[in-house]
């Protein structure tokens, strides 16, 4: 029972805002800390990586000295359970980046870092939308795609760190399909992630607006954001259908501001989806909205540390 | 040691084949058996089934006394471990269907069963071209397109056995796409399996061919077979793409007549994986021809089988 009182020191690492809170054993968060932190520059090396942590974290670890660990979510590739990251998209410097094992040294505590996709879908699993699920697939929608994958409830991360790619499932092989930032044509982040959408929206309305905004206005008939945010689920139902068809997993999760528009979201994701199943899985997969939003990947990554620490 | 000894009677159903063989650990296979027998009629009920195979099976276990268990690749989904099929696609009486109890208590004799392309996955992985590889995506090209996935040394089931339906992922999105059996349009399925290669043929050349005269024909320059061949290599290679992006499995093997025209296949398969992956997956990715052919199905499910009466 001792562990059930074990605090973490909880972190959720993005490009350009870092967050961390102290998380007890029932995901109780306290003692929020954000900054804003430039962490996707292609200059950016390993030692400003740790740098900008270690003083971020520094803080949180004087005020609470019974920390047991810090659990970070980080965006890149992880091999495995080991903490180093093998590539980061956005950080093109880092290589076999040994990041839990540098940042512990640095500060003394034990560290354990994830993708943050996976982060946030252990979280869902854990005190979110998904609870008592042992299989998981949790999709991010944000400035891009992501997906974290739980099987048996397991992270599941592939042979190098990069599994669940979901945002580069192709869901259109018209020679006019979006072009993703992948370099592909027709991925489902290119229609589907907040940037995608305000693209998209612009291209049918010609006014920039933010996706939020798209997102309310998508909820009126007739509006120009309702047929962005339609095509957006269709294409999000087709690339479900893919993996589903793979995976045989029955339920989802979707965090991100898109889960705004979720009355309308919902059944066209859900249309989509059957449509694109084999009969015998048809009517058999839940798709649920995230109900802790921009708190899943930090809760996933304290309880990622608090399994390693009480074990 | 006295488990290597240990002797399986390893069993491949098909719908209109059925085969068996005594096999030993190590993947030794003798007094093998063959039989045609219709196994894919509406109106086959279990206990057809359990008389077919229970009449099929006797002479090897009268003649062999020391057998442990029988191990049974079968078409259709089964729920994880259980022996239990929920359903199989060609026999639609079948439901819920305790296939590997039934034949068990009439033949005396442990049973272990499990989906046919999964066994075939698990052949490659112990005795055939993956052999070392603790991860393997099989796919089967027969007359339709089936996949086996290995996670981990451990076969991968899904929710409700329905996991690696390979063979109905979309890989075309045009309005003029093929028709797969399954009902949508541009399943993999429709352009690579058997069955899909002489419709092909047939379209572009007006000539009723056989598929492994196809392949033979794919050989030379400038034949309908050969834009057959490479148009089914281009669309295996896109679906293998979207079972990698979402894996991050490094290992790909592929069974079938199909591979006949391997030369041919190959260098087709890999163009198209690649340039459908995301750039840090992009060359890693290995697909390697079936070394065991037929035998696949056979050798997996007497694995399995082997595995649990050595535990």
Redesign the interface.
Known sequence: MKHMTSLILAADIGGTNIRAAIMDSNGKLSHERRQQALLSSPHTSESDVIDILADFFRPLLQQEPALKAIGMGFPG?FIGQSGILS?S?NLPKLHQFKLAERLSNTLNIAVIVQNDALCAAVGEQSFGAAQGHQ?LLHITLGTGVG?G?I?NNTP???????????G???????ADANLCG???LGCVESYASATAISAQYFKLSGVQRCSKDIYKEALSEGTHAKDVIEDAGHKLG?AIA??V??????TISISGGFIGAWSLLHPTIMESLN??L????QG?IEVLPSILHDDAGLLGAGKLANMVVST
Chains 1, 2 share one sequence.
């Open positions: 590739f590539a998209p299989n997906g994958l099987l599941y991360t592939g042979e190098s760190g990069m599994a669940m790619e979901f580069h499932l192709r869901v259109c092989h018209d992948c370099g592909a087709m893919e993996a068809k793979l995976l045989d997993i029955h449509k694109n084999i009969p015998p899985l058999k």
